[in-house]
């Protein structure tokens, strides 16, 4: 069984079963994922491809990956819709899945409504913009505001309103949803 290339995702490949190398010589590692098409998934676990130091800041216990503040920063519910992603163009090398069965309850208790429809799947997403449904009501107004002040007692108002309360609190109520993370894809890229 051929080797990952580079010697940090040697590590990571050796619990992966090789899958194939493609035409650029790049090699595919792949693990059982719990839910590789649309459907089946109460959307409880979470898929992203990603560079490697996101995917290591993801499997630190501390949770130390940052999402990007620019952006939606989805996460798919089923393994296929990721793989598109891992490719050269992109640069992403891993493919996480996460369960995180609480996040969405959550969102939705905050006035998320619902994630971004994207190529038939729904991402969530956890970016600084991003493109997830909303509309508050007095409740989740309510849990919102209390919610933000307890987890940025010194912030007195958002510019953005609410909606950017929401999405400020998004990655942390994200990271403090997930049960475990794994990898269930790794691109080892041929050195040039």
């Not at 959307?43 to 503040?69: C, S, T």
């Not at 790794?186 to 040039?192: E, V």
Request: hydrophobic share 35%; charged share 25%.
């Amino acid at each position: 069984m051929p080797d990952a290339y580079d010697q940090v995702d040697q590590i990571h490949a050796a619990t992966l079963q090789f899958d194939r190398e493609d035409g650029n010589g790049d090699r595919f590692f792949t693990y059982v994922a719990r839910c590789n098409d649309v459907g089946g998934n109460p959307q409880e676990y979470f898929y992203r491809a990603m560079k490697r130091d996101e995917a290591f800041g993801w499997l630190d216990h501390n949770r130390i990956a940052v999402p990007d503040p620019g952006g939606h920063h989805g996460w798919a519910s089923h393994r296929n819709y990721s793989l598109g992603y891992l490719t050269r163009k992109n640069q992403y090398t891993y493919l996480l899945e996460i369960y995180a069965p609480l996040f969405i309850p959550w969102m939705k208790e905050v006035g998320f409504l619902s994630g971004k429809a994207e190529g038939g799947d729904m991402s969530w997403g956890i970016g600084g913009t991003s493109s997830n449904g909303w509309g508050g009501n007095k409740d989740t107004n309510k849990a919102l505001k209390d919610l933000h002040k307890k987890k940025f007692p010194d912030v007195t108002s958002v510019k953005g309103g609410l909606r950017a309360m929401a999405v400020q609190l998004a990655p942390l109520m994200f990271k403090e949803c997930i049960r475990w993370v794994k990898i269930v894809n790794l691109r080892s890229q041929k050195p040039d």
